[in-house]
């Protein structure tokens, strides 16, 4: 089962649009991984949140980890075809790592 | 960044062959390593935790004589998938914690090996 809750799981938007990917924990966590995957290929890390109320962004997407470290959001402006694949959210539960469901994007040129 | 490789990436077998897959840290050591498997269009789970020079620690619900974890070194993890059966197809992905790491959680994924089993 999965520990994180991580929305929408897919989501479609026109090439230039903003969009926001939500992944949510009821435990406080030690850290906050986003990767991005193309399906059936490995992991492409993102960014990584420690501490409570940090933001990081790199290029278009910016990403969020709340002050209470339970909730992050993922953020990318002017949306390329090129993000298109799958996002995932993966928390630190100290002694390994769980992930969220995914959220799959589909950008349309 | 810190490297990690699988071998193989893709592996076809027939039902009840057994297929080795290789996890290799490549430029750092890595005390701890995980596996993951990856249905279609699901999220990674967490199968197994290898501890280097200790038996694995598996997630509830994996059987631990059907996937055969070995960390024979800092650097080398492999999982054996016994008596593979076509519902054993799948995406197994690795990952490997730095020691030396920045963070101590930090980890680094394979690019992961998709198998399929006839």
């Known amino acids: 089962s999965q520990e994180l809750e991580q929305s929408p799981q897919s989501l479609i938007v026109q090439e230039g649009k903003n969009l926001t990917i939500n992944c949510t924990s009821s435990?406080?966590?030690?850290?906050l991984y986003w990767y991005k995957q193309k399906y059936g290929e490995g992991l492409i890390f993102l960014m990584m949140?420690?501490?409570?109320?940090e933001e990081k962004s790199h290029e278009k997407i910016t990403a969020k980890l709340d002050e209470k470290k339970q909730q992050s959001s993922l953020h990318i402006t002017a949306s390329q075809p090129s993000h298109a694949g799958i996002y995932l959210c993966?928390?630190?539960?100290?002694?390994?790592?769980?992930f969220g469901a995914g959220t799959r994007l589909t950008v349309k040129p | 960044g810190a490297v990690v490789s699988q071998h193989p990436s893709r592996v076809i077998c027939k039902s009840g062959t057994s297929v080795k897959i290789e996890c290799r840290s490549l430029?750092?050591?890595?005390?701890?390593m995980f596996w993951y498997r990856q249905f279609p269009k699901q999220s990674l789970m967490l199968m197994a935790t290898?501890?280097?020079?200790?038996?694995?620690?598996?997630e509830q619900g994996v059987e631990k004589d059907k996937f055969l974890i070995n960390h024979a070194s800092l650097t080398l993890s492999t999982l054996t998938v016994t008596s593979a059966h076509p519902e054993d197809s799948s995406f197994y992905i690795c990952?490997?914690?730095?020691?030396?790491?920045?963070?101590?959680?930090?980890?680094?994924f394979g690019p992961g090996t998709r198998l399929t089993v006839l």
């Open positions: 290898s501890n280097e020079g200790s038996k694995a620690t598996y």
């Open positions: 993966g928390a630190d539960m100290f002694n390994d790592m769980r």
């Open positions: 949140l420690q501490k409570g109320g």
């Open positions: 430029d750092f050591q890595a005390t701890t």
């Open positions: 990952s490997a914690r730095n020691l030396g790491g920045r963070s101590y959680n930090e980890q680094f």
């Open positions: 435990k406080t966590l030690y850290g």
